[in-house]
Protein backbone atom coordinates (compact mmCIF):
# COMPACT_ATOMS: atom_id res chain seq x y z
CA UNK A 1 0.00 0.00 0.00
CA UNK A 2 2.94 2.32 0.70
CA UNK A 3 4.30 1.67 -2.59
CA UNK A 4 1.18 2.38 -4.39
CA UNK A 5 0.97 5.98 -2.35
CA UNK A 6 4.38 6.84 -3.49
CA UNK A 7 3.80 5.88 -6.86
CA UNK A 8 0.73 7.59 -7.39
CA UNK A 9 2.66 10.81 -5.29
CA UNK A 10 5.59 10.59 -7.57
CA UNK A 11 2.72 10.56 -10.69
CA UNK A 12 1.25 13.61 -9.71
CA UNK A 13 3.78 16.22 -11.07
CA UNK A 14 4.18 14.56 -14.53
CA UNK A 15 0.23 14.84 -14.77
CA UNK A 16 -0.12 17.93 -14.21
CA UNK A 17 2.38 18.69 -16.61
CA UNK A 18 0.54 16.54 -19.15
CA UNK A 19 -2.45 18.39 -18.77
CA UNK A 20 -3.46 21.31 -21.10
CA UNK A 21 -2.75 24.79 -19.34
CA UNK A 22 -6.27 26.53 -19.79
CA UNK A 23 -5.00 30.27 -19.95
CA UNK A 24 -7.28 32.81 -18.14
CA UNK A 25 -7.65 36.77 -19.16
CA UNK A 26 -6.23 37.88 -16.45
CA UNK A 27 -2.94 35.78 -16.84
CA UNK A 28 -1.47 38.22 -19.68
CA UNK A 29 -2.19 41.03 -21.43
CA UNK A 30 -1.65 38.90 -24.38
CA UNK A 31 -4.46 35.94 -22.79
CA UNK A 32 -6.38 39.21 -22.55
CA UNK A 33 -6.67 40.25 -25.75
CA UNK A 34 -6.50 36.73 -26.88
CA UNK A 35 -10.38 36.26 -24.72
CA UNK A 36 -11.66 39.39 -24.39
CA UNK A 37 -10.00 41.92 -27.74
CA UNK A 38 -12.48 43.27 -30.03
CA UNK A 39 -10.79 41.48 -32.55
CA UNK A 40 -11.82 38.11 -31.08
CA UNK A 41 -14.30 37.38 -34.01
CA UNK A 42 -17.54 36.03 -32.36
CA UNK A 43 -16.97 36.59 -28.93
CA UNK A 44 -19.69 34.51 -27.57
CA UNK A 45 -22.05 36.28 -25.06
CA UNK A 46 -21.44 34.25 -21.83
CA UNK A 47 -17.52 35.46 -22.88
CA UNK A 48 -18.20 39.07 -22.71
CA UNK A 49 -19.87 39.21 -19.54
CA UNK A 50 -16.77 36.83 -18.11
CA UNK A 51 -14.38 39.60 -19.70
CA UNK A 52 -16.64 42.24 -18.10
CA UNK A 53 -17.23 40.64 -14.91
CA UNK A 54 -13.28 40.42 -14.55
CA UNK A 55 -13.01 44.47 -15.32
CA UNK A 56 -15.84 44.78 -12.78
CA UNK A 57 -14.17 43.31 -10.30
CA UNK A 58 -10.90 44.23 -10.77
CA UNK A 59 -12.22 47.91 -11.11
CA UNK A 60 -14.25 47.40 -7.78
CA UNK A 61 -11.05 46.36 -6.18
CA UNK A 62 -8.82 49.01 -6.85
CA UNK A 63 -11.31 51.55 -6.70
CA UNK A 64 -12.28 50.39 -2.94
CA UNK A 65 -8.71 49.69 -2.16
CA UNK A 66 -8.09 53.59 -2.79
CA UNK A 67 -11.41 54.68 -0.75
CA UNK A 68 -9.31 52.54 2.02
CA UNK A 69 -6.25 53.54 2.05
CA UNK A 70 -6.66 57.12 0.96
CA UNK A 71 -3.64 56.56 -1.88
CA UNK A 72 -4.95 57.65 -5.23
CA UNK A 73 -3.77 55.65 -7.85
CA UNK A 74 -6.37 57.37 -10.64
CA UNK A 75 -9.40 59.67 -10.20
CA UNK A 76 -11.83 57.82 -12.93
CA UNK A 77 -14.95 60.24 -13.36
CA UNK A 78 -18.38 59.80 -11.96
CA UNK A 79 -20.57 57.54 -14.59
CA UNK A 80 -17.70 55.82 -16.26
CA UNK A 81 -19.07 52.18 -17.18
CA UNK A 82 -17.44 48.84 -17.31
CA UNK A 83 -17.26 48.80 -20.90
CA UNK A 84 -15.47 52.07 -21.09
CA UNK A 85 -12.52 51.00 -18.51
CA UNK A 86 -12.21 47.72 -21.09
CA UNK A 87 -11.73 49.58 -23.94
CA UNK A 88 -9.43 51.86 -22.17
CA UNK A 89 -7.76 48.48 -20.95
CA UNK A 90 -7.23 47.52 -24.15
CA UNK A 91 -6.46 50.50 -25.71
CA UNK A 92 -3.37 50.94 -23.35
CA UNK A 93 -2.41 46.73 -24.46
CA UNK A 94 -2.14 47.56 -27.86
CA UNK A 95 -0.35 50.44 -27.52
CA UNK A 96 2.40 48.96 -25.36
CA UNK A 97 2.77 45.56 -26.81
CA UNK A 98 6.11 45.04 -25.52
CA UNK A 99 4.28 44.97 -21.70
CA UNK A 100 1.92 41.96 -22.98
CA UNK A 101 3.43 39.48 -21.03
CA UNK A 102 2.11 41.51 -17.69
CA UNK A 103 -0.15 40.59 -15.31
CA UNK A 104 -3.70 41.86 -17.01
CA UNK A 105 -4.55 43.44 -13.29
CA UNK A 106 -0.55 45.58 -14.05
CA UNK A 107 -1.80 46.43 -17.11
CA UNK A 108 -5.27 47.47 -16.50
CA UNK A 109 -3.82 49.53 -13.39
CA UNK A 110 -1.18 51.01 -15.67
CA UNK A 111 -4.27 51.82 -18.36
CA UNK A 112 -6.28 53.60 -15.63
CA UNK A 113 -3.76 55.74 -13.96
CA UNK A 114 -2.49 56.82 -18.02
CA UNK A 115 -6.05 57.72 -18.96
CA UNK A 116 -7.70 59.03 -15.29
CA UNK A 117 -3.98 60.70 -13.74
CA UNK A 118 -4.57 62.13 -10.33
CA UNK A 119 -4.55 65.78 -9.55
CA UNK A 120 -1.72 67.43 -7.57
CA UNK A 121 -2.37 69.19 -4.68
Keep these: MKQLMLGLLLCLPIMAL ?7 PRDSGNDFLHDCGEQVPALSDSDKVECLMYIAGLYDGLTSFQDASGIMLFDPPY ?4 GQVKKIAEKYMNDH ?8 AKLVLKALMEAYPTKKR
Design 18 to 24: AQPQRHT
Design 79 to 82: GITM
Design 97 to 104: PSSLHEWT
